[in-house]
């Protein structure tokens, strides 16, 4: 019986591969019809979006001071009482969208609840926001306010600031996060340190406050100042001195016994062995209205329209709202989606493997560009493609007039997909952050992110509706297809272009079997994904036909090639995923990075070019890390380093992925201070030779088990 179906498969796929599909187990864009039933589920649903309703619920939860700690400023962080109040919140909606089994789980975290801070001099309070840092005694901190420029050692050259609270400037996107100046200070024994942003972030106004995750141990007292204020402070200091009083209620603990809740609840599925997740994070800098208020309205909103739609869907769907996104633990630089991390690694480690696809939300009614994209899990490169310009789905694109973008776009460390990625679930978000180039940002970071200006003022009804439109009928994709669409040709062509096949021989790599297993894999996941297409075609058309027994055969097959493939994407993320620092890269990679630019920094100290060596290269070595060795005390890289291998318990999605760093601070050091120079280089050569002989081993070590690994893989896939 099971050939025969098969033979039917063939059958039927070879009639709908007339209309669009190529033999590769891709499509061609044009015509490709669905069951009338199904567009009636699509129709149903997106008729049933509310965007009022979605509205409703991020204007609530971005303006009600129940669910801030600082009633006139907002926020709402990792272990807060405003976060628990936000939950139980979230709990009564979902309830009263009549969800199933709606549950609010804790995870661990540290705490950090900022319940208000101010900055008084000679009477005039200057409005400040506090970064996740420590407070102060009821009494405050009382001292000179000294100016230290950017806040870089050098700057605290000839200054006393033993005690004191000190001001610097900061542009944390041209140059370091608010971490190293903020640990500088410490070190340098100032009491408190006030940052004001010229650039990168902010911009949107002179009052504009901004926030950011401190990645770091908990320090001594940090707070974001307005520009004009601090520059009203700068011009108390050249005339003669500024003395003030910072306060800072801030609770905070450090031990992980904080709580942050999980919260969901469920439309149950025909059957729960699977499930298709919508999520986004409710925790908030500010107010947070676009960041993450709207993403929480939109899964609500998704949620709501199913349900008034009366879909009833194959698998279970359910609806995620996760804590802690923006910060969830001190001493470590993977301090953010600890919530999701906790989530899907501790708390439901049963998702992976059966989850279908984690739909996540960011910023979702904000217009960023003429166009769209997602950023998914690379072996959903394809679906999206074949989602967005093949399939007939009844969402308005219009909106976008250079449309979506489907050239395929890597899931990024920003946001709670992440974690779930790493983990082993297949995942997609609406792209929020970089633009086309995935290098840029969007205008809205500069200016908006972060910031007291992120308000209901930022709403976009028409941009909200596409996204429910476009990732809700996703969700209902993805829950009616027999096969779902994985395409590991993504991770093919990802493995592909980080294989230096020179260098990797050079150091003694069997280039030839990496190559070998790496076609043979190629060509095992171009072969699942046709079987995939098949399947689905095959089942489109019996439906269309109103064939239920051969419906019944082909999802039954394809219940098969997805359990496969979900197994298969698990073992990718396991092996074949890494990170190099917050890039993704393939294991062997990061060390291959750092040789290459090595490489290239020796050549041109050779040929006695060191301005062209630092001004190009030595910052970028360890994913430009090197360039902070330039700035600050050693004391202050070394809490860094801490902060990147050091307590597993603290690295959430860094365990197990992080890259190796090359030793290479000295050569960093030397060079920056022989710039200009044509003095003798022979000295950190020798140093980057050393370092490259380190990083050589390490990145045999990894591409040996890849070889391994992409010929375990290919046996996985075949079909």
Known sequence: MKKMMTLLAAVLLLALCLTGCGDDGTYDNGAYAIPDELQAMYDGFIGNIDTDYGYEIA????????????????GRNAGSEAEHKAADYLVGVMKDLGLEDVQKEGAPCDIFDARGASLVIDGKEYKVYSYEARGTDADGITSEIVYVGTGTAAEYEGLDVK??????DVNQRADWWVTYPMLEAEHQGAAAILFAQTGGFAEIADDALNSNDICAPMSIPACSIGAADAKELQEKIKVGSATGTLTVNNITSDKGDGITYNVYGTIKGKSSENRVIFGAHYDCHFYGFQDDNCAVAEV??????????????????????HGAEEWGGYGTQYDWTVGAWEMINNM?????????????FELPAYKFAEYVYSNTAPAFYNMIDF???????SADKSIYSEGVKTEGYQAYTYSDDFSYYLAGVPTVINGFLLQEDQETVHDFYNKLYHTNYDTPDLWDADVFRFNAEYYGAMGIYFDQMPALYLDFTGDYERIKAAFNEELLAEYGVDTESYSANLEAFGEAAKANAAKVVEINDAYMKAWSDGDAEAMEALKAEGKALTKTNLEAFKFVSETLVSTMYEKPVVPHEASQINIETMDTIICLLEEGDI??????????VNNVIEWYSWYFSPEVLAIQDECLWGDDEKMYWGTDTSFVKADVYDASVGLFNKYGTTEDTSAEQQIYKNAIEQQAEIMVEYANREIADLQTLADKLGV
């Open 59 to 74: 204007y609530e939860l971005s303006t009600n001071p129940e669910y801030f700690s600082t009633p006139d400023l907002g």
């Open 163 to 168: 005690g004191k609270i000190v001001l610097a």
């Open 300 to 321: 609500l909103t998704i949620a709501k329209a199913m349900k008034d739609s009366g879909y009833v869907p194959e698998n279970d769907i359910v609806f995620c709202l």
């Open 348 to 360: 439901h480690p049963e998702w992976i493997g059966t989850t279908l696809a984690f739909i996540n």
């Open 387 to 393: 989602y967005s310009n093949t399939y007939p789905l």
């Open 611 to 620: 301005n062209t060596a630092v001004d190009k290269y030595v910052w970028t």
